[in-house]
């Protein structure tokens, strides 16, 4: 049997039968619902081998954007870890500014009495001498201060300024043994005076009878009066009593409300006109 594609056959007579076969297959293609079927299994036939044919270019692709996706990730994070450090940063700035301003909120509004004037100061250093309890701010005349002045922080009273320069001035601190403080029982009223002993965290009260009402836990605040302290801040809690009936008065200790180990931040207060009238 001869093949009509074998040697035999002329070229011309080949290529005559791949265009007629070529048109018939167009036009059945086109006219006739064969062709459509035709083409569709064609399709279907083929279709794996596509798949196949494409399987190197989706699996590069598959890769690139796998390698890309990771080099994206690995810089996002490394731009969060950066962002995160910078918001902690921010965070703790934040923290310190609330605190630092809940604190002059405290300054600035201690007392249920508040007199006409006021200014914050910062403590620059603090006296070397263990024997005389006082600080430098950074206030002074410039700030229209004047010696004598009371000055508290967040908590309670301070001390009042000594030795008022142009821009820094002293502060006299309540423990100081040459320094006291006109005070009053919340509890009852009862008027006495806190003196300091030369201890940081301790106060005495001077010439305490032994009949007078005082209780470990007392709350002392300013009397207003001797013309220096606005009536109504806190001055110290009492913690130690001791009634010896051989001593004229009682043995009365109190602990200052003010850290006075700590102090940074200081308000310098001015008396109201109508209470230096009634003191006068």
């Known amino acids: 049997m001869k093949l009509m594609f ?20 167009i036009i059945g293609d086109r006219y006739t619902q064969g062709g459509t079927v035709f083409r569709t299994s064609l ?21 690139a ?24 940063e921010q965070l703790q700035q934040y923290q310190f500014l609330a605190r630092e301003n809940q604190k002059l909120r405290a300054l600035l509004g201690s007392s249920a009495k508040q007199s006409n004037r006021k200014i914050i100061a910062q403590v620059l250093s603090v006296h070397s001498n263990p024997y005389s309890h006082q600080v430098v701010i950074n206030r002074g005349t410039t700030d229209e201060l004047s ?21 820094t001035s002293r502060v006299l601190l309540m423990t100081d043994t040459t320094h006291a403080t006109p005070v009053r029982i919340l509890r009852n009223d009862v008027r006495t005076v806190v003196e300091g002993i030369g201890k940081i965290n301790v106060v005495k009260l001077s010439h305490v009878p032994h009949s007078l009402d005082v209780r470990i836990g ?13 009536e109504g801040y806190p001055v110290a809690v009492v913690t130690e009593i001791n009634r010896d009936e051989g001593q004229p008065f009682a043995q009365v200790y109190a602990e200052p409300i003010a850290q006075l180990d700590r102090i940074r931040l200081l308000v ?13």
């Open 147 to 167: 010696e004598g002045q009371a000055v508290i922080d967040e908590m309670g009273v301070v001390g009042q300024l000594t030795k008022v320069g142009s821009t």
């Open 65 to 88: 954007k796998s390698l890309h996706t990771r080099d994206q990730l690995l810089t996002e994070n490394e731009a969060l870890k950066k962002k995160q450090m910078l918001q902690s």
């Open 218 to 230: 007392d709350v002392l605040v300013t009397s207003g009066l001797g013309g220096t302290f606005p």
């Open 6 to 25: 074998g040697r035999t056959v002329s070229l011309q007579l080949r290529l005559f039968v791949a265009v007629f076969l070529s048109i018939v297959l």
């Open 268 to 280: 310098i207060l001015w008396r109201n006109k109508q209470e230096r009238l009634n003191n006068d």
């Open 43 to 63: 399709n279907t036939l083929v279709s794996p081998l596509i798949y196949v044919a494409n399987l190197p270019y989706e699996l590069f692709s598959f890769s």
